[in-house]
C-alpha cells in the first residue's frame, strides 16, 4: 500500500527521522491557514508548494490545466496562494503516470524553506531501503547526487552509488551506517547527524514492515543537520493487520478503481493493457496463463486469482469486474479443480452466466483435474456462449479463434 508524502514523512518522524515539516492542505484556504502555521512572521518567507499524489517525478511533472510544475518554491502568502491555486484540483502528469494520463491532485504539502543562507555548504543525497529479490536480503541504496535526477546517475555514473546489504539475522550493524555515512562524504557533526538519521529511518522501514523506504532528497542543511526533505512509502499489504491505523490512510482515489472494486471483493485482481481477461484460481497458474495468452496472439486484460474456492459468487464477481473493461473482447476462465471440482465451477460459471444476462464477449472455459470433463459436459449443455477445453492446446486454440 503506497502512501502520500505528508503521510510517510509524520510516520518516520515518530522513529525519531527528522524531516522538513509541512501541513497538508485541501483548498486554498487551508493552504494559507497551514502556511502561518510554518513562520512566526510568514511575510516574506519562501514556501515550498508540493502536489500529492502517488506518482513520483513530481517536480519535473506538469500540470495540465495550468502548466504549474508539481513543486514549486514561492515566495510570501501571495505567491504561495498562487502556487497552490495552479496546482490543487488539476491533472499533474510525470513520467511515472504519463501512460495513464496523469493523476489528479486532491491535496497539496505546504512546507518550509530548507534552503536558508549558506548554499555552498548545502547538499542533497538519495538514500533508499528495500527488497533485493534477488539475494532476499533489504539493501540500502543511497548516493552523494541526490535530486530529480538520480535515475540518470545510477545509468551514467554507477560508480556513485552505495550499496549496503543487511543481514536478517543481526539486523543492520553500526559499522555499515558508518560506511553508507562515510560513502555519501558526510563528515563532523554532518557525519554524526547522518549517522542517526539512517539508524533511526531503518528502524522506521522494519517497524512499519515497509517494502520500499525512499528519501529524496536526504539534505544536509547549511548548519550540518541531515533530514527528510521528501519521503515515498510503501507498506506490505500482507501486514496491514499488524498496523491498522496505516490502513486508515489508504488513498482510494489514487488506485485504480476496478483493482478497488476486486479488493472489496476479496479478489486478487491487477489491470492491464490487453484485450483478453483472464480469471484462474491461483497466481502460479494465472501467470502461466497469461503467457499462454499472448502465445495465442493475445494480450492480457488482467491479473486475477480468484483463491481456491472458485464458487459461483467470486465467478460472478470476477466476470463483473472484468467486463467493466471496456478493451475486453474475450475472457479465459483457467480453473485447476484440485481443492475444488470442475462440475461445481462449471455450474458457478453457469450460474454466473445467468445472473449477469447477456455477456457481449465470448468465453472460453478451460477445467483440468477432479471432474473435468465433467464440468466440460455442463458447459457444453447449457446452451450458453460459453465454450470448453481441458487441455492448455484446446483453450490456447479457442482464445485464438475468439480474437478473430
Known amino acids: 500500500m503506497k502512501l502520500h508524502e505528508y503521510q510517510a514523512k509524520e510516520i518516520i518522524k515518530g522513529f525519531g527521522v527528522p524531516i522538513q515539516e509541512g501541513v497538508v492542505a485541501e483548498t486554498v484556504e487551508e493552504a494559507v491557514a497551514a502556511a502561518k502555521t510554518l513562520y512566526d512572521d510568514p511575510a516574506g518567507k519562501f514556501f515550498v508548494v508540493k502536489a500529492q499524489i502517488h506518482a513520483g517525478g513530481r517536480g519535473k511533472g506538469t500540470v495540465k490545466e495550468t502548466g504549474s510544475k508539481g513543486v514549486v518554491v514561492a515566495k510570501g502568502l501571495d505567491g504561495m496562494e498562487e502556487a497552490v491555486s495552479k496546482i490543487l484540483g488539476g491533472t499533474l502528469v510525470t513520467i511515472q503516470n504519463e501512460a495513464t494520463g496523469g493523476s489528479k491532485v486532491n491535496k497539496v504539502l505546504i512546507a518550509e524553506d530548507m534552503y536558508y543562507p549558506g548554499e555552498s555548504e548545502r547538499q542533497e543525497f538519495y538514500f533508499s531501503i528495500t527488497l533485493d529479490r534477488e539475494r532476499g536480503v533489504d539493501v540500502i541504496i543511497a548516493s552523494s547526487e541526490g535530486g530529480m535526477n538520480i535515475e540518470e546517475v545510477a545509468e551514467k555514473h554507477p560508480e556513485k552509488i552505495v550499496k549496503e546489504w543487511i543481514d536478517p539475522t543481526v539486523g543492520l550493524q553500526g559499522f555499515q551506517v558508518r560506511k553508507v555515512a562515510y560513502g555519501l562524504g558526510l563528515s563532523g557533526a554532518a557525519f554524526k547527524s547522518g549517522v542517526k538519521f539512517i539508524s533511526s529511518l531503518y ?76 480469471m484462474v484460481n491461483g497466481a502460479g497458474l494465472a501467470m502461466a496463463t497469461m503467457d499462454m495468452i499472448k502465445l495465442s496472439g493475445g494480450e492480457p486484460a488482467n491479473f486475477l486469482d480468484v483463491g481456491g474456492g472458485a464458487s459461483a459468487v467470486t465467478v460472478e464477481k470476477g466476470f463483473r469486474i472484468i467486463l467493466k473493461d471496456p478493451n475486453v473482447k474475450a475472457i479465459l476462465v483457467n480453473i485447476f479443480g484440485g481443492i475444488v471440482r470442475c462440475d461445481r465451477v462449471a455450474n458457478g460459471v453457469v450460474e454466473a452466466y445467468k445472473n449477469i444476462g447477456d455477456i457481449p464477449v465470448p468465453i472460453i472455459v478451460r477445467l483440468q483435474g477432479t471432474n473435468a470433463e465433467l464440468g466440460a459436459k455442463i458447459i457444453d449443455e447449457s446452451g450458453l456462449k460459453v465454450a470448453s477445453a481441458i487441455t492448455l492446446k484446446e483453450a490456447a486454440e479457442a482464445v485464438k479463434k475468439a480474437m478473430g
Do not use: Q, W
Open 203 to 278: 528502524k522506521a522501514y522494519k517497524g512499519t514492515d515497509a517494502d520500499m523506504l525512499e528519501i529524496n532528497p536526504m539534505f544536509k542543511t547549511a548548519d550540518d543537520k541531515v533530514l527528510a526533505v521528501d519521503c515515498k512509502m510503501s507498506v506490505d499489504g500482507n501486514a496491514l493487520f499488524r498496523h491498522p491505523d496505516y490502513a486508515a490512510l489508504r488513498d482510494r482515489a489514487e488506485e485504480e478503481p476496478l483493482e478497488v472494486e476486486a479488493s472489496e471483493a476479496d479478489l486478487n485482481y491487477i489491470k492491464l493493457d490487453g484485450n483478453v481477461g483472464c
